[in-house]
């Protein structure tokens, strides 16, 4: 069964409304909590690629990445859960996991699937909510999230009308 139905969900999903890179976040983290993303990452089987910059590099251990010079260039490390669909993650800070989904690859219930099975595994692994905010919200209002206590991606917010 779908955590969430895409006929319910469709207008979040909507560039034109949303912005085409909503913002997804683990609040209240830790670098333990950044190490075990790095870690499920590893053994998902998840296509991935660290950069610093436009150099490449092997994903190194979380407490490197975050404990990097004030001014050095934030890294990325960019995750496809499946052929088509790209979330990148940005090390901004230990204090919250903060990564962006485009839009426009996540479009029907077969894509969206793929996007709450990958927001649930991320929660799972770290027993914490991953919520979903439109591009440049505030995180005061998510639209959606992993919820811990269900196990289930929910949604937070109404849905707008079409």
Known sequence: MADLL????K?????DLMGSLP????PDT???DWQTVLDLVGVSGWKCQFSEGETMLPVPRAEAVLSRPADAECPE????????????FRFYSAEEIDFDVDLRELQGQERLDVFCGF?????R???????????????????LGFDV?????VLLADPLDD
């Open 125 to 143: 692994r770290l027993g914490k909510p991953v919520l979903m905010d439109s591009e440049g919200g505030d995180h005061s209002h998510p639209l």
């Open 149 to 153: 206590e269900t196990d289930l991606v």
């Open 11 to 15: 207008a979040f999903f909507d560039p």
């Open 6 to 9: 895409w006929d319910d969900v």
């Open 77 to 88: 490390l960019r995750v496809w859960p499946a052929a088509g669909v790209l979330a990148i």
């Open 30 to 32: 830790s670098v333990e």
């Open 23 to 26: 913002d997804v976040l683990v």
């Open 119 to 123: 927001l649930r595994a991320i929660g």
